[in-house]
T-cell receptor, first 110, second 115 residues
Framework: GENVEQHPSTLSVQEGDSAVIKCTYSDSASNYFPWYKQELGKGPQLIIDIRSNVGEKKDQRIAVTLNKTAKHFSLHITETQPEDSAVYFCAASGNNRLAFGKGNQVVVIP | DADVTQTPRNRITKTGKRIMLECSQTKGHDRMYWYRQDPGLGLRLIYYSFDVKDINKGEISDGYSVSRQAQAKFSLSLESAIPNQTALYFC??????????????FGPGTRLTVL
């Protein structure tokens, strides 16, 4: 089945700087790649997603890039703010389900 | 009111006990999922259901069972709980969508401790 790996596991950034989280996937048939944000004590919530027919998608300070040849996709957060501190999960579609990465703890230092 | 609700929110039980976690949704979605979250392991799929008559095993279904009582309700049972089932459990829903996969909406989670 699909295997998703997420790097780094923890990322600390100064407020105002950019943060980048990278994920790799194994199944070349995967065609949907969402990113979820989980705040403390809450369930994950979708922040952005991308389908295989595009290479980049942007929503305000958040962007996702996809490289299907290399089978990796990345989340970019610009001008980070304290409220961006959370755990971020990437996922990839495969075999009728989503496979999630192990998560990345992002800490924005004021 | 929340679109996806889970009960109970917290539960402490003993080894060998049977326990049921319940999930209800008001989003009208056909697809429902149960995930387990452990520190450092991310979200792992236990079971999923694409409609009332459809039940599918996920990657870690051993020791668990589910029941899809209605479109809006999906329950997860531990027939005989064991300590390594201590975890945070999430229910999620999604609609079918023309492109195959769509956003999954997660409940607030149930924290289960098995002593």
């Amino acid at each position: 089945g699909e295997n998703v790996e997420q790097h780094p596991s923890t990322l600390s950034v100064q407020e105002g700087d950019s943060a980048v989280i990278k994920c790799t996937y194994s199944d070349s048939a995967s065609n949907y790649f969402p990113w979820y944000k989980q705040e403390l004590g809450k369930g994950p919530q979708l922040i952005i997603d991308i389908r295989s027919n595009v290479g980049e998608k942007k929503d305000q300070r958040i962007a996702v890039t996809l490289n299907k040849t290399a089978k990796h996709f990345s989340l970019h957060i610009t001008e980070t703010q304290p409220e961006d501190s959370a755990v971020y999960f990437c996922a990839a579609s495969g075999n009728n389900r989503l496979a999630f990465g192990k998560g990345n703890q992002v800490v924005v230092i004021p | 009111d929340a679109d996806v609700t889970q009960t109970p929110r917290n539960r402490i039980t003993k080894t060998g006990k049977r326990i049921m976690l319940e999930c209800s949704q008001t989003k009208g979605h056909d697809r429902m999922y149960w995930y387990r979250q452990d520190p450092g392991l991310g979200l792992r799929l236990i079971y999923y259901s694409f409609d009332v008559k459809d039940i599918n095993k996920g990657e870690i279904s051993d020791g668990y069972s589910v029941s899809r009582q209605a479109q809006a309700k999906f329950s997860l049972s531990l027939e005989s709980a064991i300590p390594n089932q201590t975890a945070l459990y999430f229910c999620a829903t999604s609609d079918l969508g023309g492109a195959g996969f769509n956003e999954q909406f997660f409940g607030p989670g149930t924290r289960l401790t098995v002593l």
